[in-house]
Structures are given as C-alpha cells and as structure tokens.
C-alpha cells in the first residue's frame, strides 16, 4: 500500500469513529469541504503535513496519533 491510500483510510476510519460528517470536519479544521473531498476521492494524492495537522486538530488528535497503526508502520518504501 501507498502512503497516499494509508493517508485516506486513515482519514475515513477516522471520521467514522469519530461519526464525523465531511462538512463537520471542514468546519472543526478549518479545511475546505473541496480540499478533504480531493483527498478522500483521489483528486489531491499529496496532501500536505500542515493540512494533515489541521485536520487532526480538527478531530483533537496528535500527528503522533494519526500516523501510529499499523497501516503506516509497514508502509513499503516509496522510491522503487
């Protein structure tokens, strides 16, 4: 797996633990609607680390807890 795809399973596993709507997560993040919907659907494949961190204030987590699973610990390498 891609660290892309990580970055949006992530993204969606947590708006559902949370019972998050997109909408609510722009709102609570200060991220446009567009700009979660180009990442959770595939338009926007590198989101940066200062608009992960503000959607982890948004959902009142750390960075440190939105990279720690097990999806991100076994990432392959990206370079090939």
Do not use: W
Request: charged share 25%.
């Amino acid at each position: 797996m891609k660290t892309y795809a990580a970055v949006k399973n992530r993204i969606f596993e947590l708006l559902y633990e949370k019972k998050l709507s997109i909408h609510k997560l722009a709102i609570d993040s200060g991220v446009a609607p567009s700009t979660i919907k180009n990442i959770l659907y595939g338009k926007s494949q590198n989101p940066g680390i200062v608009t992960i961190k503000m959607l982890c204030d948004g959902m009142n987590i750390s960075l440190i807890e939105f990279f720690n699973t097990e999806e991100f610990k076994n990432l392959p390498q990206e370079l090939e």
